[in-house]
């Protein structure tokens, strides 16, 4: 018995520590995009490579993570996306990597506060706010 609630409580405190190093990477892509955000600088690949290579290199969260856990956030190679300056679009995918998501999040998130802000007239209209 003893065997089974200790693995229940390992897989516990793994599932405890992902979360917590999921919302500690989400806070820091949030600093990066908002950077761009505020100038005006559109979503596109490039951008979103470096988004990812910046919160990926935070001395911060490598310090407050072991290796383990930071390599599960690390995108597969094996998942290639353009490096383009064109807009980023995923079509209908919705399985992206974790600093992908968080920084299209951000993006969608801004742009939703700023169509709520303007005036309907002036609001252009795109089909995704990270430029697809």
């Given at each position: ?21 999921a ?5 820091i ?29 935070d001395l ?28 980023v ?16 999040a951000v ?7 700023a169509?709520?802000?303007?005036p309907?007239a ?11």
């Amino acid at each position: 018995m003893n065997e089974l609630t200790t693995h229940h409580a390992d897989h516990g405190l793994a599932a405890l520590r992902f979360q917590t190093a999921a919302r500690d990477l989400e806070h820091i892509v949030q600093s990066i995009a908002a950077r761009y955000i505020v100038q005006q600088v559109p979503l596109t690949w490039r951008l979103l490579h470096a988004i990812e290579a910046e919160a990926l290199a935070d001395l911060g969260f490598a310090s407050r993570h072991d290796a383990l856990m930071l390599g599960l956030f690390q995108r597969p190679s094996a998942l290639p996306y353009p490096e383009t300056d064109e807009p980023v679009d995923f079509g209908a995918s919705n399985a992206l990597p974790a600093v992908f998501a968080f920084a299209v999040a951000v993006y969608e998130h801004a742009y939703r506060k700023a169509a709520q802000a303007a005036p309907r007239a002036n609001v252009r209209r795109r089909a995704r706010a990270w430029g697809g």
